[in-house]
């Protein structure tokens, strides 16, 4: 009995860390959702049941986030991992000054987020940026105005600053999988006759593939949760049009004190982050079983 | 430890309080440490605090005070966090709409024993003792300074529109921005759709109701009433009819200021402490301070608003702490400390002194002394003021501003919330 103890007694220190350091907050927080909790109200504190969750099905403002975290996260994470792609494609195969080209490429990724989001909200002035005239002329607007102020597009420009800030993540971890393909693999198709598309389909996409999963599930958990260029940017303005789950959460904790109500909404986003993860390891684990 | 809520939030103030029981004793015989928290943080500001210190420090010797600094547009969810942690300060910076949280909840200590025998309390004005005596009738604040609004205007773009005098009323202000916006890429108002934007909605509502009042006897909030939703109305309809730059929908405090010092609005309503900004940026003859336009009762309605000092109940240094607010406070270091602040005095005659004797000034206590010009506090005593006017306010007026919601709607709402908080707040005065 001892015997077959003693390896879980060896591992009961991390295993305690891990819990005491990741699964206790999350449980507590998790708790604050089924309980009244106002920072600095002294009558707060009970047992509210399910009430945060009728409240929150209810609340218009939380299904408006909600869709436009959906489409937030889909448009940003799409066009990072598409434009991504393309660059790690062109930088895989040797042209002069290929060093340098990649260090430009890489280097969205090191300016701070507030700095990008500040950058790009006057790209987006037209009294101090560019970028309306530019889309006035090509005849996209009708004059040039602020994108950020109008409530039909503004989530575009903080997109536009996410893509611009995250396409160089999607390109680097792509071009290091990409590299550890072995080169003969593709002189030897190419003997056979396979053409450029028949390669990259046959070669290039299933060695990718374990990456892709991987970055593309880090990175829609990551984006959900990332508000940093909306804030900055708009500070989920117009009218509520730029506000996503994560942004609504800080809202109403911090300028509500509502830690209860806040920690409802986390728990909501917690699960459907979850649902999709698990979707992505299904559906990773189902590719692997084919071949 | 009883009084920080979610018991868990406690944690980290204990294991902090471990930390420092773990760490050797700094000196021997540890002196007097109080603690002072600044919230309205600005680099200037914070030496100008230090210096007002210092002296404190070397009056006192063997105290020392360790100054806290918060960046404002964080510092409401800091100080909260903090204070339900059970960290709290002997000093803090409290701005007015802090106010009703902190006295509400009783952590903050009353000042009324102390002014009692203080001898400068006599010479305080009016105002600001009310400003003090805002929750409860009983003084948790002592006002540093106050900030009324007024009208900022740019001379160089009213010359270039053929406009001889800024406007004293709303049909004027209206044909000022109509004549402004005539100039290419100009606009006449520079509007703050964002965050701090509920003082123009409170003006210029108030003023064409003629009244200022916010509650009626029975507590209902007054923001339903057609005058009020008239006022809402007229805003709504300068931005739709583009007398206000497209994206001012979105515009904070730092946008209004930049939108006006470039010229590319005329007008901006704000607080004397924009007179820093703006003054660094424009020659003095190319914008001038006016008062807010009169509407059709001819009473204007400038906001009030005010920041001071307070102790928390927690200090055990209460009477230090005091010592310490007297010379931040006291009309030497008030001044001072407004020099750097920009604030209006909270003395009587304070106005003859060099600093406010400033032309640019002179809007402000021309204003003061309007009768039709009725200086106006926020309803910031009200239980859940804070959220209202940063969240709920900010996300209905743009609704409104984009046309997405009627006037009316939005006036429906923010009656809706005002008058449940002022009920709530009555409920619990009758407790006590």
């Excluded at chain 2, 404002?72 to 100080?79: G, I, P, V």
């Excluded at chain 2, 909260?80 to 106010?99: F, H, N, Q």
């Excluded at chain 2, 660094?280 to 301070?289: I, P, T, W, Y």
């Excluded at chain 2, 009762?297 to 005091?322: M, Q, R, V």
């Amino acid at each position: 009995m001892s015997e077959r103890a003693e390896p879980y007694l060896y591992t009961l220190p991390a295993v305690l860390l891990i819990a005491a350091l990741l699964l206790a907050p999350l449980l507590i927080g998790l708790s604050y959702a089924f309980r009244d909790i106002t920072l600095l109200d002294p009558g707060s504190g009970g047992f509210v049941g399910l009430e945060h969750f009728r409240e929150l099905y209810a609340d218009p403002s939380f299904w408006n986030a909600l869709r436009n975290t959906v489409t937030w996260t889909a448009a940003s994470v799409a066009l990072q991992f598409g434009l991504g792609l393309v660059l790690a494609l062109l930088l895989s195969r040797p042209f002069r000054a290929r060093g340098l080209v990649q260090l430009l490429v890489f280097l969205p990724w090191a300016v701070p987020s507030f700095l990008s989001a500040l950058n790009w909200a006057w790209l987006f002035n037209p009294v101090v940026g560019p970028l309306p005239h530019w889309f006035a002329s090509v005849g996209l607007m009708s004059a040039p105005e602020n994108l950020l102020a109008d409530p039909k597009h503004a989530l575009w420009g903080p997109i536009a600053a996410n893509v611009w800030w995250g396409i160089p993540f999607f390109a680097i971890t792509l071009l290091a999988a990409l590299q550890s393909i072995p080169r003969d693999l593709y002189e030897a198709a190419a003997i056979d006759g396979a053409g450029p598309w028949r390669r990259f389909r046959s070669i290039t996409l299933p060695y990718l593939a374990p990456t892709m999963a991987i970055t593309i599930l880090l990175r829609t958990v990551w984006i959900a949760n990332f508000a940093d260029l909306i804030v900055v940017m708009t500070k989920g303005g117009p009218a509520d049009s730029t506000q996503i789950l994560s942004s609504y959460i800080f809202t109403q904790a911090f300028q509500r004190l509502d830690f209860g109500y806040a920690s409802a909404i986390a728990a909501v986003l917690l699960m459907l982050l979850l649902a999709y993860a698990a979707l992505l390891v299904l559906l990773r684990h189902f590719l692997n079983t084919r071949n | 430890m009883a009084k920080c809520l979610p018991r868990l939030a406690c944690l980290p103030f204990a294991v902090c309080l471990l930390f420092t029981a773990c760490l050797p004793p700094a000196a021997a015989n540890a002196d007097t440490t109080l603690k002072l928290v600044e919230v309205l943080t600005s680099p200037e500001r914070t030496d100008t605090l230090k210096g007002l210190v210092g002296d404190f420090e070397k009056q006192n010797p063997g105290v020392h005070v360790e100054i806290t600094s918060l960046a404002w547009s964080s510092a409401f969810e800091k100080f909260a966090t903090m204070a339900s942690a059970g960290d709290t300060p002997d000093v803090v910076e409290l701005p007015d709409r802090w106010l009703s949280l902190y006295a509400g909840n009783g952590m903050l200590q009353s000042l009324e024993p102390y002014l009692a025998h203080w001898s400068e309390t006599s010479r305080l004005t009016e105002r600001a003792l009310q400003a003090a005596r805002a929750v409860d009738a009983t003084a948790y604040v002592l006002p540093y300074g106050l900030y009324l609004r007024a009208m900022f205007y740019n001379k160089a773009l009213f010359r270039q529109a053929g406009i001889a005098a800024p406007p004293a009323t709303m049909v004027e202000f209206l044909k000022v921005a109509q004549k402004i916006s005539a100039l290419p890429g100009k606009s006449g108002y520079c509007l703050r759709g964002g965050p701090g934007g509920l003082n123009a909605w409170i003006m210029f509502g108030a003023a064409m109701a003629g009244n200022n009042a916010f509650f009626k006897s029975d507590g209902s909030s007054t923001f339903a009433d057609a005058d009020w939703i008239k006022g809402t109305a007229w805003l709504v309809n300068l931005y739709q009819d583009r007398l206000a730059p497209q994206d001012s929908v979105n515009w904070g405090f730092n946008e209004v200021v930049a939108g006006f010092y470039s010229g590319t609005c005329a007008m901006v309503d704000q607080d004397p402490d924009a007179l820093i900004a703006i003054a660094q940026r424009m020659k003095a003859e190319d914008f001038g301070v006016t008062s807010i336009p009169k509407g059709p009762a001819g009473k204007a309605y400038p906001t009030l608003g005010y920041a001071g000092w307070s102790i928390f109940k927690s200090s055990t240094h209460k009477d230090l702490a005091w010592k310490l607010i007297q010379v931040l406070d006291d009309p030497r270091g008030n001044l001072r400390w407004n020099e750097r602040v920009g604030a209006l005095p909270i003395y009587q005659g304070a106005e003859k002194a060099p600093l406010y004797s400033d032309s640019r000034f002179k809007g402000w206590f021309a204003e003061l002394a309007d009768n039709d010009e009725v200086p106006t506090f926020m309803p910031t005593d009200l239980p859940g003021f804070a959220y209202f006017a940063d969240s709920l306010v900010v996300r209905t007026s743009q609704q409104a501003l984009l046309g997405q919601i009627s006037p009316e709607e939005m006036n429906r709402q923010w009656a809706g919330y005002l008058t449940k908080a002022r009920n709530k707040q009555l409920e619990r005065a009758r407790h006590e």
